[in-house]
C-alpha cells in the first residue's frame, strides 16, 4: 500500500529533485496519463453534462490524515489533501509526459498571474499575484504570506519535511502586496517547483513557536473551519481515525458543486471494496490488483482508474554482504533467471504492471527509452552460461552451485506488511532453485526492514520505490546518498550525474540522466521487476473528477453528483437541502 | 471487603509501574525511530536531527525515562508524536469506542454462551445438545478475521444484492452526517453499526463459554442438593437457575476476568476490518510508528484493565461463593 506511509508524496512529491520514496504494501503515490483521465471521465460523466449542484461525496482511504498543513505535512494522505486545502503560486499537473505548471488562467488553485525570470542569469524568478483571492477567514492572500512560508520551511526549529525545496534558493523578498522575488543560487531546471509550495496563512502562524507547530491549536482541531485554508474545501468536522468532513470554502472562486466530501478511514481493502459495491463510498484507492476482477464484474456502477506505472520493484544485490553480487555479469544472469511476465500472470497482475528494464518508468516521455531500455529476457540457458563461465558450478552434487568450496546461498529479506511482495519473492526463490541458486526467504516488520535497507545489513532485498517526476537519479545511486542501498559507485555515472545538475534546464539535463541509465541497467545493481500501476475504484455517481500525476484530489470543485443520485444530505435542522429529492432525503438508508 | 480491595489495589501499583518501565525499555530499544517515517531521500539527516531534538530524543534514555516518569504520575501522558496532539484529549474518546464494542459483545460473549451452556446440560445428549455442540465448536474453531470478512459478504453486500430486508454496515461506527440526526435515530444508527463487529468479536469465545458452562453445569446438576430441589417440589427453572447455576458459575466468571483485558486489545483485527476507530487499532498504529508515548498510554490502560478484570473476577467469586467470602 503507502509509498512508504509517510513521505512526502503526490503533487509536491512530483517537481522536486527524485522524490523517491520507499513503497510499502501498496503504493498510493499516483500518476496517470492525462488521456486516460479525459477519456474516463467522458465515459463516466457522460459528455457535456452540466454539473448540477448538492451531494455528499464519500471517500475511503486506508489511513487518516495527520498533518494538514503545508509546512509540515507528512503522509501520502496529507500530500492530497493539500490539494485540496492549500493553493500555491503555480499549479502542477502532468501533461503528455511532462510536467507542466499552470497559471491562474488555467487553474482556480494558483495564486500567480504570470512569472519572469529575473537577474543576470535568469536564476531569479518574479510572480505577480492575482489580487482578488482571500483566506477562508476572509484575509486576503499576499506576497508576504508566501515570504513567511518559505521562511518557516527554512528555519531548522520547523523541522520540515519540505526543507530540500529551500535549498537552492537565497531569499524570497515580497516587492509589494502582490509582487514575489525568488532569488535562486544559481538557474536550475526546479525552479518552477521548488518556488511551487502550498502557502500558509502568515496571519495565523507568525507568532506561533516553529519548533511546537506541529502541535499548534489550529492543527490539533483543524475542524468547524479553525484551520485557515485557501483551497475549495476547508475542514468541517474531524473524527480522528473515522472520517474528516470537508465543505467548502466560503472565499474559494469558483464555489464547488458539492455540499460536502466525508472522507472516511476504512484501513482493511477487502472492507473498502464492500462499501463500494453497497454504495457507502464512491471513491476507493487504491484497490488490490487481486480485487479488480470483482470490481470489473459490477458492470457500469463502478469505473476503474488507473494510475500510471510510476512505482517500480526490484531485488537490491548487495555485494559488500555477499561476495558473488559484486560482479555485475553474476547479478545479470540472476536476472536472467526470473520470468517476470510469468510472475505478472500468476499474480494476476498483467493488465496493470509491465516488466521493468531500468530507473525510469514509461510515464517519463523523454527519458524512458524503450529501445536501449529493454526488461532482461527470461533465458536460463544464458544464466546457466554466464554462472559456469564464472566458475560455479555443483561440485559436491547437492543441487546447490559452489565455487571454492562456498555454496551460492544468501538470504532475501522482504517486508512482511506487503503479500504481494511476498509471493514474488517465494516464486524468485523457485525460479533459482531450478539454476542451483538457493535463496533463502526473510520477512521482516516495514521500519526493521527499512532500516536493515538503508543500514546495507542485508544480501538480498525485494523492495520497491515510487518515482518523483524529476529525472533526478542521486538521490538513489548518488555515492553519498544513503538511498544507495547497495553502493553503487561507477566514476563514469558520478560524472554524468554532475554534468546533468550543472545543465539550466531541463532539457539539456536529460540526454545526461538517460545516459547515466543506460549505464547503470547495464551494471544491473537490480533486477527491476516491473512497473506498477495504482487502480482506483470509483463510483459511477461521482462524476467530474480527475485523477491523474496530481493525485486524485485535484479538482475537488469540479466534482458533482446528479441530484437523481445524492443521498439526502443531512442538515443541521435535519433535513435535506431543497434541491434533493424527497425521497433520497426522507429514506435515511441506516443500513444502507 | 474493603480492606481486601484497598490491598489488591496498593498491591497492584508497585506490578503496573514495573510492567510500564519494562515496556518502556523494550519500545524503546525496539529497531526503528519516530522520525523513521520522514526518512525519504528529500528530508536531510539535519532535519531529521532537529525532529529527534523537537521529540526530546536526543536525551539519554534514562533520562527520557525520569521525565516520562515525572509527568506520568502527574497524570500527564504526554504528546502522541504520531498525532500531535495530547494523550489525554486522545485517548477518552477512542477508550470509548472500544468499550461500547467491547461492552456488547462481552454481554453477547455471556449471555449466549451460558444459555446455550445450560441448556445443553439440561438437555444432555439431546439432538439440542449435539447440535448446538456442532455449532459451537464451528465458531470457536473460526478465526475472528474470517468470521468477519464472511459477516461482511453475507451481512453487508450479498444482503443488499439479494435483497435481503436488512442489511448491515459494513465499516465505521455510523454512517456520513448521523451527528444531525435526532437521538433515538443515532442510537439506532450505532446499534445497526455494532451488530457485525459485535458478534464477530464475541461469537468464538460464545461458544467458548458454553462449553465451559455446559461441563459445570453437569457436574451440578448431578449433585445431592439438586435432586433435593427437586424433592421438595421445586419448579425446573427455579432448581436450574437458582441452585444449579449459582454454584456453576465459579469457572464462568475465572472467564470473565480473563476476557476483559482480551476485549481491549484483542479488538485489533475486528476493528481493522470494521475500521472501527478503536484501542486496538491506535495500539497498532503507535507500535508501527513506534510513537513511544502513545504505546505507554495505551500499555498503561491495558495493563490496568488486566489488573481490574482480576479484581473484578476475584470480588464476583466472593460474592458467589460465600466460603471465599469466609475467608
Redesign the interface.
Known amino acids: 500500500m503507502i509509498a512508504h506511509p509517510f513521505s512526502p508524496r503526490a503533487p509536491h512529491g512530483w517537481a522536486r529533485p527524485a522524490a523517491l520514496v520507499l513503497l510499502l504494501l501498496l503504493a498510493l503515490a499516483g500518476c496517470r496519463d492525462p488521456d486516460d483521465a479525459r477519456s474516463a471521465q467522458a465515459a463516466g460523466d457522460g459528455e457535456g453534462a452540466t454539473p448540477e449542484r448538492g451531494g455528499v461525496a464519500v471517500l475511503a482511504e486506508h489511513i487518516d490524515i495527520n498533518q494538514p498543513m503545508p509546512l509540515v505535512f507528512e503522509s501520502n494522505m496529507d500530500g492530497d489533501l493539500q490539494d485540496v486545502l492549500y493553493m500555491a503560486l503555480t499549479r502542477g499537473v502532468w501533461r503528455d509526459g511532462r510536467l507542466v505548471y499552470l497559471l491562474a488562467d488555467e487553474s482556480p488553485m494558483a495564486l500567480a498571474e504570470r512569472y519572469e525570470y529575473a537577474g543576470p542569469d535568469s536564476a531569479a524568478l518574479v510572480y505577480h499575484l492575482r489580487g482578488d483571492v482571500r483566506w477562508s477567514d476572509g484575509q486576503p492572500i499576499t506576497a508576504h504570506d508566501v515570504v513567511w512560508t518559505y521562511q518557516a520551511v527554512r528555519d531548522p526549529r520547523t523541522a520540515s519535511p519540505r526543507q530540500d525545496y529551500v535549498e537552492h534558493i537565497d531569499s524570497v523578498v515580497a516587492r509589494d502586496d502582490s509582487t514575489v522575488v525568488f532569488h535562486f543560487a544559481h538557474r536550475y531546471p526546479e525552479m518552477l517547483s521548488h518556488s511551487g509550495l502550498g502557502i500558509a496563512p502568515r496571519h495565523v502562524y507568525q507568532d506561533a513557536d516553529l519548533a511546537q507547530i506541529r502541535s499548534h491549536p489550529t492543527l490539533v482541531n483543524p475542524d468547524q473551519g479553525r484551520l485557515v485554508v485557501s483551497g475549495p474545501f476547508q475542514i468541517g468536522r474531524w473524527d480522528q481515525g473515522q472520517q474528516m468532513v470537508l465543505v467548502p470554502n466560503p472565499h474559494f472562486r469558483p464555489q464547488p458543486h458539492l455540499d460536502q466530501i466525508v472522507i472516511r478511514v476504512i484501513p482493511e481493502a477487502t472492507t473498502r471494496l464492500v462499501e463500494l459495491q453497497t454504495g457507502a463510498v464512491d471513491l476507493v484507492r487504491p484497490v488490490p490488483h487481486d480485487q479488480i476482477p470483482t470490481l470489473q464484474a459490477q458492470g457500469e456502477r463502478i469505473r476503474l482508474e488507473r494510475e500510471e506505472k510510476r512505482q517500480y520493484e526490484f531485488i537490491a544485490y548487495n555485494p559488500a554482504a555477499f561476495a558473488p553480487f559484486a560482479d555485475a555479469e553474476v547479478r545479470r544472469a540472476l536476472g536472467l533467471a526470473l520470468d517476470v511476465p510469468g510472475i505478472l500472470r500468476a499474480l494476476q497482475m498483467q493488465d496493470y504492471a509491465l516488466p521493468a528494464a531500468g530507473p525510469y518508468p514509461p510515464i517519463f516521455r523523454d527519458l524512458y527509452d524503450p529501445e536501449r531500455m529493454r526488461p532482461l529476457p527470461h533465458d536460463t540457458a544464458r544464466a546457466r552460461q554466464i554462472l559456469a563461465a564464472k566458475g560455479w558450478r555443483d561440485s559436491d552434487g547437492d543441487g546447490v552451485l559452489d565455487k571454492d568450496g562456498r555454496p551460492f546461498r544468501f538470504t532475501l529479506l522482504t517486508s512482511a506488511a506487503n503479500p504481494r511482495r511476498a509471493d514474488v519473492s517465494q516464486i524468485a526463490q523457485q525460479q533459482w532453485k531450478r539454476l542451483g541458486i538457493d535463496a533463502r526467504l526473510q520477512q521482516l516488520e516495514f521500519n526493521t526492514f527499512f532500516e536493515r535497507l538503508v543500514g546495507r545489513e542485508y544480501q538480498a532485498a525485494l523492495g520497491g520505490w515510487a518515482v518523483g517526476l524529476s529525472p533526478d537519479l542521486t538521490e538513489l545511486w548518488g555515492e553519498d546518498s544513503p538511498f544507495n542501498i547497495v553502493d553503487y559507485r561507477n566514476p563514469e555515472v558520478s560524472a554524468l550525474f554532475r554534468q546533468a545538475l550543472a545543465q539550466p534546464t531541463e532539457e539539456a539535463a536529460n540526454r545526461y540522466w538517460q545516459a547515466a541509465a543506460a549505464r547503470l541497467v547495464q551494471d544491473q545493481p537490480y533486477t527491476w521487476l516491473y512497473y506498477l500501476d495504482q487502480v482506483d475504484a470509483v463510483s459511477n455517481r461521482l462524476r467530474g473528477i480527475k485523477i491523474d500525476t496530481y493525485g486524485a484530489y485535484q479538482n475537488t470543485w469540479e466534482w458533482w453528483i446528479p441530484e437523481a443520485l445524492q443521498r439526502g444530505t443531512p442538515t443541521r435542522a435535519g433535513a435535506a437541502p431543497a434541491d434533493s429529492p424527497p425521497s433520497a432525503a426522507a429514506s435515511g438508508d441506516t443500513a444502507r | 471487603m474493603l480492606a481486601f480491595l484497598l490491598r489488591r489495589l496498593l498491591g497492584a501499583v508497585p506490578l503496573l509501574l514495573g510492567i510500564l518501565t519494562l515496556i518502556f525499555f523494550i519500545v524503546h530499544l525496539a529497531?526503528?525511530d519516530p522520525t523513521?517515517?520522514?526518512?525519504?531521500?528529500?528530508?536531510?539527516?539535519?532535519?531529521?536531527e532537529?525532529?529527534r531534538r523537537?521529540l526530546g530524543l536526543d536525551q539519554p534514555l534514562h533520562v527520557q525515562y525520569v521525565k516520562w516518569l515525572k509527568s506520568f504520575l502527574t497524570g500527564d501522558f504526554g504528546?502522541s508524536f504520531?498525532?500531535?496532539?495530547?494523550i489525554g484529549?486522545?485517548l477518552p474518546?477512542?477508550l470509548w469506542n472500544t468499550l461500547q464494542l467491547t461492552l456488547v459483545s462481552l454481554v453477547l460473549i455471556f449471555v449466549l454462551g451460558m444459555l446455550i451452556g445450560i441448556v445443553q446440560a439440561v438437555r444432555q445428549y439431546s439432538l439440542a445438545d449435539n447440535l448446538l455442540t456442532f455449532v459451537a465448536l464451528f465458531f470457536y474453531s473460526m478465526p475472528t478475521f474470517w468470521l468477519a470478512?464472511m459477516f461482511?459478504?453475507f451481512f453487508?453486500?450479498k444482503a443488499?444484492?439479494w435483497g435481503w430486508p436488512?442489511?448491515?454496515?459494513?465499516?465505521?461506527?455510523s454512517?456520513?452526517?448521523?451527528?444531525?440526526?435526532?437521538l433515538h435515530?443515532q442510537l439506532?444508527?450505532r446499534v445497526?453499526h455494532l451488530v457485525l463487529p459485535a458478534a464477530a468479536l464475541g461469537i468464538g469465545s460464545a461458544a467458548g463459554v458454553a462449553r465451559y458452562m455446559r461441563g459445570s453445569m453437569l457436574e451440578v446438576i448431578h449433585q445431592d442438593y439438586i435432586r433435593t430441589a427437586r424433592a421438595k417440589g421445586l419448579g425446573e427453572a427455579r432448581v436450574i437457575f437458582r441452585h444449579a447455576l449459582k454454584n456453576a458459575l465459579l469457572p464462568v466468571i475465572t472467564l470473565l476476568g480473563l476476557y476483559l483485558p482480551f476485549l481491549l486489545s484483542g479488538a485489533v483485527l475486528v476493528e481493522?476490518?470494521?475500521?472501527w476507530?478503536g484501542m486496538g487499532?491506535?495500539i497498532v498504529d503507535a507500535i508501527?510508528?513506534?510513537d513511544y508515548p502513545l504505546v505507554m498510554a495505551t500499555s498503561f490502560v491495558i495493563a490496568a484493565v488486566v489488573v481490574l478484570g482480576n479484581l473484578v473476577a476475584d470480588v464476583l467469586y466472593a460474592l458467589v461463593d460465600p466460603r471465599i467470602r469466609a475467608e
Open positions: 529497531p526503528g523513521a517515517r520522514f526518512y525519504s531521500p528529500n528530508v536531510a539527516p539535519e532535519v531529521i532537529q525532529m523537537n504528546y504520531g498525532q500531535m496532539r495530547p484529549e486522545l474518546g477512542v470478512l461482511i459478504l453487508s453486500l443488499q444484492q436488512i442489511s448491515f454496515p459494513a465499516s465505521g461506527m454512517r456520513v452526517g448521523a451527528e444531525f440526526l435526532p435515530a439506532w444508527d445497526v481493522t476490518i470494521f475500521a476507530p487499532r491506535l508501527f510508528q513506534r
